[in-house]
């Protein structure tokens, strides 16, 4: 079970979770089956849902997503983005990456009665993730935590766009290189997205990440999708440690200018 602890004065939450502490970690030479692959489904937790032919536990899915076995939170799941052990939303079929987002809207849906929703992405080790097999997260939070979220801001220093959404560079931009996914249809949920922005969307997401990758060859990067109404998809290149400065203060350092970055990813095909 997830523990919740309060800050009394501030109000700001912490979890405990120590379960966390097992989870596997990849080291380099040393090969293991990974329980992400296909034909290795026996290795996770029984699944809750897939996309794709064949019956539960076995292989055929495209996308799968199984409990957590080191959970954060009570609920908390994980979202497999292929079969594939290497290729992640960056270089997939467009294709896939709907799929992947189809799922990451059904899995919304069906957890939004119980909590607050958000659904992230690790890519690389230097970003959280403990298995490098690409991959999506779901954890819920209790309607009664205090988030401390950054809300949508406004759309300034566009990069590109399409009939739905637009990526931009947020003048109030906490990390070097970071963009956001605006959505044009404003004040609602992502569960709430149509199959036509789905479509939009990974396309635009697709897009921005291999933009981003071709800037930095090794690129790790975190990204979230906003957990309540006026959402938007928040990406975090790993480009930088956070320091004493940071840390003692709570504000964030940003050696990048905003403006810059867009001019500069605004020039990439």
């Avoid at 931009?173 to 004040?187: A, H, L, M, T």
């Avoid at 921005?208 to 959402?231: G, M």
Wanted: charged residues 25%; aromatic residues 10%; proline residues 9%.
């Amino acid at each position: 079970m997830a523990k919740f602890v309060p800050d009394i004065t501030t109000r700001r939450w912490v979890v405990i979770a120590p379960g966390r502490v097992q989870r596997p970690k990849e080291k380099a030479g040393q090969p293991k089956e990974c329980p992400f692959c296909s034909g290795n489904e026996q290795l996770t937790p029984p699944e809750v849902f897939r996309i794709g032919p064949g019956t539960a536990n076995t292989p055929g899915w495209k996308v799968r997503v199984v409990p957590n076995k080191y959970p954060i939170t009570d609920m908390h799941e994980v979202i497999i983005h292929s079969p594939d052990h290497e290729k992640d939303l960056e270089d997939l079929p467009q294709d896939q990456v709907r799929l992947v987002l189809e799922v990451f809207r059904n899995r919304y849906q069906a957890h939004a009665p119980h909590g607050n929703v958000l659904i992230f992405c690790n890519h690389g080790e230097q970003a959280g993730a403990s298995l490098s097999h690409p991959h999506s997260q779901l954890v819920v939070i209790p309607y009664q935590i205090n988030l401390e979220a950054i809300t949508m801001e406004p759309q300034t220093n566009q990069i590109l766009e399409n009939t739905h959404f637009s990526v931009f560079c947020p003048d109030f931009s906490q990390w070097p290189y970071e963009v956001w996914i605006g959505p044009k249809r404003r004040e609602i949920l992502f569960s709430q997205i149509s199959d036509e922005e789905i479509f939009d969307l990974s396309k635009i997401l697709q897009d921005i990440l291999v933009r981003l990758c071709k800037k930095f060859p090794e690129l790790q990067y975190n990204f979230y999708i906003y957990h309540t109404k006026d959402w938007f998809v928040r990406i975090i290149p790993r480009l930088v440690y956070r320091a004493g400065f940071e840390l003692g203060t709570g504000l964030s350092v940003n050696i990048v200018d905003p403006e810059d970055v867009a001019k500069e990813l605004q020039e990439m095909q």
